[in-house]
């Protein structure tokens, strides 16, 4: 009896741990994204999270959208917002040493949560989203983790469409591959570069919207996302959107097990452990697919 | 201008003295730089004692600190080229491991400070032979991943406190004369930590160690082949990187009286260390020193103007990003490119 | 000329002589608050308490020690829940503020930070709104705690619990940190004393959000009474999340976070929750000076529209504390302070006072018992009733 009722439980965390996971793929996608196409780690990545869940929550009290309401004009803000780093931060230190650009996308990173602790201080914030859950047996689905994978899997979804089925997909994926050949053929890599770049950041931005809508969260809670989102970028390739997303339900099926499994505090450090491991072992991607 | 080009002179300085003895007393007679260095620490040390003014020493004793960190990291950043994100974690483990040893086996300070920095600098050197192999985006990557995993580990390690940490109970003062007395002996160590920390950031650049330190950082593949053995090199600069920071980690929370894992790993305090680093001059002993002290005046200023203190991050974001895009150099950058002769006396 | 000369003695007459018109000492005190941060909600709630009292003495013209009247000010800066801050404020506040007396800053963490600072300096500090014990055994010569310490939080809760279902399966579940982790430690003991079994015993990182994993552990375990939590933001997260999923348990009692009015915006979520309570407003002491429980309570409310809770008496009660011993020591010099404070003996509105001399935990406090709260629904509202002790309460209990 008791150990059925273990089992299932178990098997509850799993899958409330792959719902969450499918959200840190859909993070993940972003940083990818950008680290495939222009070979520059965004270290505001953690930030455009952090903004993404404080959209969330000024579009629902002030503006009195629905929740979900949000999800599109996150996107769009986000993107928005994302072309505009590039040109500030990322734009002149492309060609150059690796440490600049991971400098000044960091130093972004510093500016953006320091205005954002100005205007919002560190104090925690929470969207009550009221949905209905699912329950089986003794164990609820909140309606909020179901909707929130849902909808990641859309968007990762529709990422697909826009970088297999489009013309502008097709020339992200060239300059992905070689900037100067693309160049040479009449792709205009710097534009095609700014566009990538804010949609890595609409991505991290509308991810953080739907994490909103999970837990409360704080101006600093982005790091913890940001560090997760390297966890599954190593562990799916880098460069490789699809590889985030399944590393993303991996990371989340690995947090539900341990948490099960382990005393609760235990989950970071075997995060941080495989993110150490998985760096110096496979460099390349625990997949190592094929470049999409 | 690139970051290297700011001591690309130190190395031009160094090579026609490599094939000298570069012991430590020929360093110090022969070379004015020493002088200053040992100028400055005397100053340190003066400075608040002058005036028995507490709050000058408690300001000065931060700024020590600062330099110790922001010097020590030059070797891995600046010379090597390595951005090590998470330096802050050879400062949190030394403290732990000197206040552990204080408060649990009653060690005298100063033996239990200088045995965190050799474990420290010891367990370096195994993490390092593991992710030195990593270059560029990955090695930064995987070093904040080791300050992150070593703080959830010690947040679950109960004998050292686990996530509340370690509290020093009062009577640790004792031995050192009661807990006035103790803060200037702590002041006074810190402060020789820092003499030490830009000594050594300075014998290492003069060195023939320091030289390979450098071709790797200009291009690390064509110093292999020139017959730099690279991954010893790495390993050694990024354990003896570790040494200091440990040791003044450990007199930090000795002083502090308390360690709790968040403080003691602060992924912030570590890259503020990368931004003195750049602020002074990356490469430049006397720019580590520079950009801490600057940076921190700044933070104290910024730490109780109530409208201020939220933009310390801000300022030091836009800090950092300006030099980044428009001044790699840092400070001894333009220094140095404005009066040139400058580059043979500071270093 | 003459008339001129004649005014200017008089003017200079009249400053340096009337002792009558005594002018205007200043008493300074220092402390941090977490006006941000994850302590911000009590910490403030805890400032209020300081404010309202300094603001009523200062309105009666200050202390009157010694043929002077001290007026009280403040200094005062955002520690943002941090460590770090909270020891280079205090250090500042000391050295440069040059504060005379200390008031702590809010959670046993910050707390400790604190009175090493104060205890390297020899300043008295009263502390309020920290229970852990710990803090207290290092050796100190000049800390005071006006707060029940930690051990006692729980033990009303297993007391309550035991009478109801005697066979009752307890899970315990808190955070990570000084103060929870030191309630738990006696809590631990307690449940076994009573006969009741433990069926889950886990700490949860301070930075948690999501307690989902630690919720499905809970029912996994089959267990019908929670004890736990730690601070507000984790603690109204857990009762939410715990009425998301349909937890099912008969008994929940959480530390400090019910007892914040802002734990009624959860709504059907806060109802049955318990909560170990320092003060109530209900509470009915009779106080040796200062005012009623009742009295306090309307003041406050007049002067902030919210109801005060522990947090905010706690703050108060430091205040009418040290403004006793100054006034009983004739003289506000630390160490006639301190030798007042130490034999203390009194009742205030917030319950007994004594602080422990036992050097080897000095300033514990021995004399304050501690009450449980309910949120509870009465007449279509969500209230907080006292129901634990049976002497003290104000309503039945809610299983």
Redesign the interface.
Known sequence: MGLALQMTGVIASIIDGVLVGAVYGLAAMGLTLIWGVMNVINLTHGAMIMLGMFALYFLTSALGLPPYGAVPVTITAGFVFGVLVYWIAVHRVIGRAHLMSLLSTFAMNMVLIGISTALFSTSPYNVPVPLPGVTWREYTFTGTHIMAAMLALLLAGLLYLLLYRTRIGKAIRAVADNRDAAELNGIPTTQVLSFAFGLGVALACVSGTLIATLFPFTVLSGGAYELKSFVVTVLGGLGNPAGALIGGVALGLIEGVTASFMPLNWTPIIEFVLFVVALILFPRGIFAFARA | MTAHESFSGAAEAAAPRSEERDGLLAIILRHPFAWLIALLGLVFAILPVWGDNVQLRESLLLAAVYVTLASNLNIVLGYAGYVNFGNIVFFGLGGYVCVYLVSEWQWPLGVAALIAGILVSLLALIFGLGILRLRGAFFALATIGVNEAVKAFVANFEPWGGAAGIYLSLDVYEPLGGPGQALWIVYFLIVAVMTASLFLSYAIKRSKFGLGLLAIGENEDAAAVLGVHTPRYKALAYSASAFLPAIVGGLYFFKTGTIEPGGAFDLTRSIEAIVMVMLGGIGSVTGAALGAFLYEELRGVLLTTEAFSHFQLVIAGLLLLGIVLFAPGGLMGFVYRRWPRARRLLQ | MTIKKLVLIAAAALLTASPALAADDMLTIGFTVS????L??DSIAQMRGFELWRDELNDQGGIKVGGKQYKVNFVS??D??????V???Y??II??DKAQFLFSPYSS?LV??AA??S????RIMLTTGAAEE??YK???KNLFQVYSPADLYLAGAIEAVKELNPKSQVALVYK???FS?AVLQSARKQVSEAGLTTVLD?????????F???I??I??A?ADVLLGGGHY?DG??LA??LY???A?LKWVTLLVAPDSPNFATLGEAAISISVPSQWEPQVSFKPDFGPTAAEFTQRFQAKYGIEPGYHAAGGYAAGLLLQRAIEQAGSPEQAKVAGVLNSMDVTTMFGRTKFSTNPKEHGLQMGHEMVIAQWQRKGGNVVKEVIWPKAAKSSDVVY
Do not use: F, M
């Open positions: 006006r941000t941060g994850k911000n909600n800066y955002d943002e829940s941090v460590n770090a801050r020891q280079q404020l250090t500042r050295n440069q963490g400790a930070t090493i600072v205890e390297q300096y020899g710990k803090t290092l050796g100190n990570d940190d000084p982790k886990e700490a949860y990182s301070p930075e948690t959000t999501d989902g994993p630690a499905n552990k029912i996994s089959k933001p109204a997260t939410r999340q998301d999923h349909k099912r």
